[in-house]
Nanobody, 127 residues
Framework: QVQLVEFGGGLVQPGGSLRLSCAAS????????MAWFRQAPGKEREFVAA????????YYTDSVKGRFTISRDNAKNTVFLQMISLEPEDTAVYYC????????????????????WGQGTQVTVSS
């Protein structure tokens, strides 16, 4: 059974930083492309960043480019999202997601492409 558990959310001031982690179990982690999505109150879940199964490719939504970095450690079955220069608009519940991938450069940004999801971690950016 695939399980994804996110860590690292919290309250941070504008301009601050956070590092989210997502620990995966029940799967051969290096066979799965991973992604981060977020959902703010009253809004649809939106794509943030994705990384291919061995880290060859990454993809970001425009609003986080230059501020967020997605990475993974396949030896530890963990994907990370380093966030800097956080803005109030980044406030949301952040979810990690996984999809089985044959391609080493495969990344997807559609929420419907991902069958496995974590429970989410709250990130609040406020002074």
């Amino acid at each position: 059974q695939v399980q994804l558990v996110e860590f690292g959310g919290g309250l941070v001031q504008p301009g601050g930083s956070l590092r989210l982690s997502c620990a995966a179990s029940g799967l051969t982690f290096s066979n799965y492309a991973m992604a981060w999505f977020r959902q703010a109150p009253g809004k649809e879940r939106e794509f943030v960043a994705a990384i291919s199964r061995v880290g060859l490719s990454t993809y970001y939504t425009d609003s986080v480019k230059g501020r967020f970095t997605i990475s993974r450690d396949n030896a530890k079955n963990t994907v990370f999202l380093q966030m800097i220069s956080l803005e109030p608009e980044d406030t949301a519940v952040y979810y990690c997601a996984a999809v089985y991938s044959l391609g080493t450069a495969y990344v997807r940004k559609d929420v419907n492409d991902y069958p496995y999801w974590g429970q989410g971690t709250q990130v609040t950016v406020s002074s």
